[in-house]
């Protein structure tokens, strides 16, 4: 499979693991297409509608974080700061 480096499972622990071969010109090349479709969402709309939205993000990676990657420490506070960026994105509007 293209992209895929490694591919292993525990049976025991029923767990599998799977190693990306993500290269750093793919990863350029989508924070550069995200940029220039953030200057094109600002060019086509006001600023004060457009920022709010991008900055929606953070919570979402938080979400992202905690269910797909597993990453359970300090859940409690990466819940409260993702719950005041959403306060903060509302009170944007």
Not at 58 to 65: A, E, I, N, S, Y
Not at 86 to 92: D, E, F, R, S, V
């Amino acid at each position: 499979m293209p992209g895929v480096k490694d591919v292993s499972v525990n049976y025991a622990t029923k767990k599998a693991v799977i190693k990306y071969n993500i290269d750093k010109s793919t990863l350029d090349n989508l924070k550069s297409a995200g940029y220039a479709l953030i200057l094109k969402a600002l060019s086509l709309g006001p600023s004060s509608n457009v920022i709010p939205i991008t900055n929606s993000a953070t919570p979402f990676v938080v979400l992202f974080g905690v269910i797909f990657l597993g990453e359970r420490s300090n859940l409690l506070r990466k819940f409260t700061s993702g719950f005041i960026t959403l306060i903060a994105i509302y009170l944007m509007r």
